[in-house]
């Protein structure tokens, strides 16, 4: 009889703590999201939140999210309100701060969709120790890239970045050798090539295409060339051993993804966009095992093709892909803290300061050390117009704004 009663109370026991174990996350592991400026942002939640999600996607659930936001920039600050309304519905629980949500998840996605405050918002992540999946573009510079990758070698935090469209399986069945075409010889990828003046030019959207010709290439570019049109991208790129690869980025006339890969055995066309689930699931076994889908020195030569594009642009000449990332290296930043309370005063590094003063002293920085690059980290009091922000965003020189921080609530 008191071997029963045992048994009852043992079982009693498993399954109350697989009700609590459920009931209070023990076995979920928690996200949290940084910037709901993006469709990507439902998109991924959809999917990592469904109860009913297979594997790799099961186990996850997205609780937590810091809005973000760039006031200079309506391709970011027109929708970071809509997609955290979203998800606060959902019951998602929005920050102030990414600090603040920090303590509340296991691992985080930073979906902000301008590339430019990108370091100064993985920092805290990896200062926390938190695994950090870092959506396209990994950030808005090769020297922010550089930084985010030795930061988190330096702190053992397991990083990596990439598009979509790199995991569709017609492209990675060329990357493994197992479609018809056998060795790749060259590739020409295209997709839509939109535009931001925010941004160096393919770092907005053009990424998508060039992560495309670095799945099917991989590393090992030398030098890049670039011919722009109003309506055109045409990026070359020549690799070790004479390969070559084009990227056509395209902005009139019918725009989709694609590939023609050249191959020792045939040629081919080697896929398409198949949406974000094959991204999500790799995102979601990077979580579980802690284990790196692409080589961080792939991601940091897919930055420096497109930094070489924008060098090529200018100089109109073939540019080498080694000299980018020396530079990117020795690249030496200057960074100042902006700050607008509710009634729109103003100051730099704790020192009052009127508007129209601001992009003088700001190349007063950049005049004083001229091998430095100037970065704002803009900080605003709840309640202060969106309108005064602009104002000091429209009036920062030469000086690139790094971040914006504000009390969505």
């Known amino acids: 009889m008191k071997s029963r009663i045992f048994c009852f109370v043992v079982c009693c026991l498993l399954v109350l703590d697989v009700?609590?174990?459920?009931?209070?996350g023990g076995?979920?592991?928690?996200?949290?999201?940084?910037?709901?400026?993006?469709?990507?942002?439902?998109?991924?939640?959809?999917?990592?939140?469904?109860?009913?999600?297979?594997?790799?996607?099961?186990?996850?659930?997205?609780?937590?999210?810091y809005p973000g936001g760039m006031p200079d920039n309506a391709g970011s600050w027109n929708r970071v309100k809509q997609f955290a309304d979203e998800l606060e519905k959902q019951g998602i629980q929005l920050h102030n701060t990414v600090e603040s949500m920090l303590p509340n998840v296991d691992g985080v996605l930073l979906e902000s969709v301008d590339g430019r405050p990108h370091l100064e918002q993985a920092k805290p992540v990896?200062?926390?120790?938190?695994?950090?999946?870092?959506?396209?573009?990994?950030?808005?510079?090769?020297?922010?890239?550089?930084?985010?990758?030795?930061?988190?070698?330096?702190?053992?935090?397991?990083?990596?970045?990439?598009?979509?469209?790199?995991?569709?399986?017609g492209f990675?069945?060329?990357?493994?050798?197992?479609?018809?075409v056998g060795k790749v010889i060259g590739c020409d990828v295209w997709c839509p090539c939109s535009l931001n003046d925010k941004h160096?030019?393919?770092?907005?959207?053009?990424?998508?295409?060039?992560?495309?010709?670095?799945?099917l290439m991989e590393t090992g570019c030398e030098s890049v060339t670039r011919i722009q049109t109003e309506g055109t991208e045409l990026v070359t790129g020549t690799w070790k051993g004479g390969r070559i690869g084009?990227?056509?980025?395209?902005?009139?006339?019918?725009?989709?993804?694609?590939?023609?890969?050249?191959?020792?055995?045939?040629?081919?066309?080697?896929?398409?966009?198949?949406?974000?689930?094959?991204?999500?699931e790799e995102i979601a076994r990077f979580f579980k095992t802690g284990q790196l889908p692409i080589d961080p020195q792939e991601t940091i030569e897919i930055i420096a093709f497109m930094e070489a594009a924008e060098q090529s642009k200018i100089k109109g000449a073939s540019v080498s892909i080694d000299q980018v990332i020396r530079e990117a290296e020795n690249k030496k930043i200057i960074t100042v803290q902006l700050n607008m309370s509710a009634n729109t005063t103003l100051t730099l590094n704790n020192q009052p300061l009127k508007i129209e003063e601001l992009a003088k002293t700001l190349d007063n920085f950049v005049a004083e050390k001229p091998d430095h690059e100037v970065k704002v980290i803009l900080s605003s009091e709840k309640g202060t117009p969106i309108e005064s922000v602009q104002s000091v965003c429209n009036n920062l020189?030469?000086?690139?704004?790094?971040?914006?921080?504000?009390?969505?609530?």
């Open 200 to 215: 160096p030019d393919l770092f907005w959207y053009g990424i998508h295409g060039v992560e495309i010709l670095f799945t």
């Open 126 to 169: 990896i200062n926390a120790g938190k695994p950090l999946f870092i959506d396209k573009p990994m950030a808005a510079s090769l020297a922010d890239v550089l930084t985010i990758f030795r930061l988190a070698k330096e702190k053992k935090v397991p990083v990596f970045s990439a598009s979509s469209l790199r995991f569709a399986s």
């Open 246 to 280: 084009t990227f056509r980025g395209i902005r009139t006339g019918k725009a989709e993804y694609g590939a023609i890969v050249f191959g020792d055995k045939g040629i081919a066309n080697a896929g398409s966009s198949e949406g974000y689930k094959p991204l999500v």
């Open 172 to 180: 990675q069945k060329v990357r493994k050798g197992e479609s018809s």
């Open 19 to 24: 009700f609590v174990t459920d009931i209070f």
């Open 27 to 65: 076995d979920i592991f928690r996200l949290g999201i940084i910037g709901t400026t993006t469709s990507h942002v439902p998109a991924f939640v959809k999917i990592l939140n469904d109860p009913n999600a297979s594997e790799p996607c099961n186990g996850f659930k997205v609780v937590a999210a």
């Open 397 to 409: 020189g030469n000086a690139t704004l790094a971040n914006y921080i504000y009390n969505y609530r």
